[in-house]
């Protein structure tokens, strides 16, 4: 909103322009790598390490339901990985009530 039109002849100098004053957000966006090397806590709930679900949403590009449930499983504290490794489903939802019932 903030340029000057005269400074903004064609759209591809405004597309330059906007990807200039917005590149930084690509530093913040998670990878597949990030999420696989977050593991839960002894102290952490299981409630409150499913906030990571947000972190989830922000990967890019998106993870498949299947991959993001079992990528999640894997960075479980033991005792949930024990309980839910063979009857794990593939949908990440009921993956965090199957969780939320074992805490």
């Known amino acids: 909103m903030g340029l000057d039109k005269a400074d903004i002849k064609t ?8 990807v200039q ?4 957000n690509l530093s913040f966006t ?9 593991t839960q806590n002894d102290n952490d ?3 409150a390490y499913t906030t990571m679900e947000r972190f989830c949403a ?10 993001l449930t079992k990528i999640f499983l894997n960075t479980l504290d033991q ?5 839910m490794v063979g009857s794990a489903p593939n949908n990440f939802a009921k993956m965090i009530i199957m969780g939320m019932c074992l805490e």
């Open 58 to 67: 922000q990967i890019r590009p998106p993870l498949e339901e299947e991959e």
């Open 45 to 47: 709930s299981f409630k």
């Open 21 to 24: 004053q917005y590149n930084y």
């Open 30 to 38: 998670p990878d597949r790598d990030e999420l696989q090397a977050m």
């Open 79 to 83: 005792f949930y990985y024990e309980k």
């Open 11 to 18: 759209f591809n100098e405004l597309s330059e322009t906007f």
